[in-house]
């Protein structure tokens, strides 16, 4: 099982150009999340899919939309970058989302916006 | 205020050393509690959870205080392999996502 997997691994923007960070898990879980990690600011949660066909608004989602495309995919989408989200962005799966619950995080992607 | 606080370091202790940390979290009604670790630019993975009745696991030991609203980590002879930054996770209940602290980084010396 590769587990949780993210793309791409690297990406620099210009200012106002759109991308979309896509992420997979192959372990059969209900839940996921977007999270990004800043130096000093620890990991803050953007958006979250509870299950598949609802997704929730996290503590930061100004300026990201998400999808979740079916149960193994979750992606984020910025449609018009900005250097305040140069960030790793990190992707995390769980079987469901009650709060004991192990969060499963995949590599990350790091974003430059110029 | 934040949500969870730690002390981000770093810890440089040698080999063979017992090391603690410990982590507050603002909010009384929290209910779960977790340290993960997180290598240089890797992702955060689990470490073990923490229980109110305190949990071991080999050579680690979580403590949970409600009292006084911290949680800490015990590593006891210490390897190099635990070199890395370690995440203290809070709930807070009613909310459904996870409370990550900045992390505290720990270096093992040889």
């Known amino acids: 099982n590769a587990g949780v997997t993210q793309t791409p691994k690297f990406q620099v923007l210009k200012t106002g150009q759109s991308m979309t960070l896509q992420c997979a898990q192959d372990?059969?879980?209900?839940?996921m999340y977007w999270y990004r990690q800043d130096p000093g600011m620890g990991l803050r949660l953007i958006y979250y899919?509870?299950?598949?066909?609802?997704?929730d608004k996290g503590e930061v989602p100004n300026g990201y939309n998400v999808s979740r495309l079916n149960k193994r995919e979750f992606s984020l989408r910025l449609e018009s970058a900005a250097p305040s989200q140069t960030s790793v962005y990190f992707c995390?799966?769980?079987?469901?989302?009650?709060?004991?619950?192990?969060?499963?995080f995949g590599p990350g992607t790091r974003l430059t916006v110029l | 205020r934040k949500e969870v606080e730690q002390d981000p370091g770093p810890f440089n202790v040698p080999e063979g050393a017992t090391v603690a940390f410990n982590c507050t979290y603002s909010?009384?009604?929290?209910?779960?509690f977790f340290w993960y670790r997180q290598d240089c630019r890797k992702e955060p993975k689990l470490l073990m959870s923490?229980?109110?009745s305190g949990n071991e696991d080999g050579r680690f030991t979580a403590q949970l205080n409600r009292a006084s609203q911290y949680i800490s980590l015990l590593i006891r002879d210490s390897k190099l392999s635990d070199s890395a930054t370690y995440l203290c996770?809070?709930?807070?209940?009613?909310?459904?996502?996870?409370?990550f602290g900045t992390g505290t980084r720990l270096t093992v010396i040889p």
């Open positions: 995390a799966s769980s079987e469901r989302l009650a709060l004991n619950n192990e969060q499963f």
């Open positions: 372990m059969n879980h209900n839940s």
């Open positions: 909010n009384s009604a929290s209910q779960s």
């Open positions: 899919s509870a299950s598949e066909g609802t997704t």
């Open positions: 996770v809070v709930n807070r209940a009613g909310a459904n996502n996870l409370f």
């Open positions: 923490v229980y109110s």
